[in-house]
């Protein structure tokens, strides 16, 4: 087989209705790159007609192949199984409702070729997503690039073109709480950003919900900053040192003024509303670290397959756990 230079990773939930479109696209770009490439479409539990459409796609080109996965695990967990089998020198990730542009991949392979292992897409604006939506992604990323133990890019997702170093270096990292645009800011290297307005969604319904993002959002916190857990330790100093100022001005109220201000149980119920707040605040912050830590020691693969396409026996290595049956 000839060595491939190119692997695109796509993970697939439910499009049906923009398969044939990025099809297209990405065999026109896949002309236009000059080296031999592949597409490795990671079906991620669709529901829909996807992982049939995708088979179709596999026996009319063989450079589409396909893994589909046993249940859906989540759009980083099939990242990540897309990088474990791609075998291009050049991997890029990008999303299926082609609001990530296959096009723009003609212009990170020329910063690639130029000596960047990492290439990443910065948006510069997002067409037709409401206000609140771009009000919150600016202030998160804002917030995540200041608190983060990394320097992790304002205004990127998982749109990228990786050297093949690169991706070794993820395929070899265990976690589960997977943050792929945060990983890949850890390991380093030469990384450039190659700035793009984002297309609304093709067709299909959005699968990135409120809650999935936020909670992505708070994945990528807690995976790279330390800060929550110091919060809740600088929590716990300010309420001690109102605690210590009320004790004292209770004292004072009690024994020196003729009428004193203190009142009723106002003053003690207040302070015990704040207390609990203080202290449930740090056991939600505690029990993120905590739940992680749990999931690590588990040691559960990090996804299992129930298909693989395209793929030699010998070309990927692939740990004994993620073999499909069939």
Known sequence: MKQLQYSFVVPIYNEEANIPELSRRLSSVMEDLGGAAEVVFVDDGSRDRSLSLLRQLHAQDSRFCYLSLARNFGHQIAVTAGLNFSRGEAVIVMDADLQDPPELVLDMAKQWQQGYEVVYAQRTQRRRESWLKRLLAYTFYRVLRNLAD???????????????????????????????????????????????????????????????????????????????????????????????????????????????????????????????????????????????????????????????????????????????DR
Not at 179 to 189: E, N, Q, S
Not at 201 to 211: I, N, P, Q, S, V
Not at 270 to 295: D, K, N
Not at 298 to 313: D, N, V
Request: proline share 6%; with cysteine.
């Open 150 to 324: 990394v320097e992790i890019p304002t205004d990127t997702g998982d749109f990228c073109l990786m050297d093949r170093q690169v991706v070794n270096l993820l395929n070899s990292m265990p976690e589960r709480d997977r943050y792929i645009r945060g990983l890949r800011a850890w390991v380093g290297f030469r990384q450039t950003a190659i700035r793009f307005e984002r297309d609304p969604r093709f067709a299909g319904e959005e699968k990135y919900t409120f809650r999935k993002s936020l909670a992505l959002g708070i994945n990528g916190l807690v995976s790279f900053s330390r800060v929550p857990l110091r919060l809740s330790t600088y929590l716990g100093l300010m309420a001690a040192a109102i605690a210590l100022l009320m004790m004292l001005l209770v004292l004072y109220w009690r024994f020196f003024p003729s009428n004193s201000p203190l009142t009723g149980y106002t003053a003690i119920i207040i302070a015990i509303l704040f207390l609990g707040a203080v202290q449930l605040i740090s056991i939600g912050i505690l029990g993120e670290y905590i739940g992680r830590i749990y999931e690590e020691v588990k040691g559960r693969p990090l996804y299992t397959l129930a298909e693989i396409k395209g793929f030699q026996p010998t070309s990927v290595q692939v740990p004994e756990h993620h073999r499909p």
